[in-house]
């Protein structure tokens, strides 16, 4: 695939995360649910953690920037930028299986929204880490495997449509 047209799809995905995020999630102060995963675990599946990284913390600070619910938080853009290079480092270029897509999502679930999002949280907030992690961890134990589900199936389905189109490699 051409730069010119690397650049243009990632740029959908950017902007279908942004919309996913701002507008289809249910935000409360400590936590959000929503579907502004699907098309970063795609960037990621399509053309790898680098990418799939930059796209997530641009779609951040874009997001942000138009459509702000806070202060600005620079730990958040470096969450997005990890979760979006654990899906790559662990579906770029490997099978996208449940097996590989539970992993990508566990890695990310535990480390980057349990840990590091609640630090942030905490520190913005002023609120102890413990009392934040409570009601993170139920919607964690909830999403876990909405994620992986989700992921998998769209992928399945809309995945081969991509790979015949030529915007990725063969998964």
């Known amino acids: 695939m051409s730069k010119a047209k690397t650049i243009a799809f990632v740029g959908l995905l950017v902007s279908m995360e942004i919309i996913f995020t701002r507008f289809l999630s ?19 599946i399509m053309f790898g953690p680098l990418i799939g990284g930059t796209a997530a913390a641009i779609a ?16 958040f853009t470096l969450s997005a930028f990890l979760t979006g290079a654990i899906y790559g480092l662990f579906l770029y270029r490997n099978p996208a299986t449940i097996i590989n897509i539970a992993k990508s999502v566990l890695m990310i679930t535990i480390l980057v929204d349990l840990g590091m999002n609640t630090l942030w ?6 609120n102890a880490a413990a009392a934040l992690l409570i009601p993170r961890i139920y919607k ?18 809309i ?3 991509i790979n015949k189109s030529g915007y990725a490699k063969e998964n």
């Open 60 to 75: 951040d600070i874009i997001g942000m920037l138009i459509f702000p619910k806070g202060p600005y938080f620079p730990g």
């Open 121 to 126: 949280l905490s520190m913005l907030t002023g």
């Open 26 to 44: 249910i935000q409360t102060p400590i936590i959000r649910i929503g579907f502004g995963f699907i098309p970063i675990a795609f960037t990621a």
């Open 140 to 157: 964690s134990a909830i999403m876990l495997p909405v994620q992986i589900v989700v992921i998998n199936v769209l992928w399945k389905y």
């Open 159 to 161: 995945g081969i449509h």
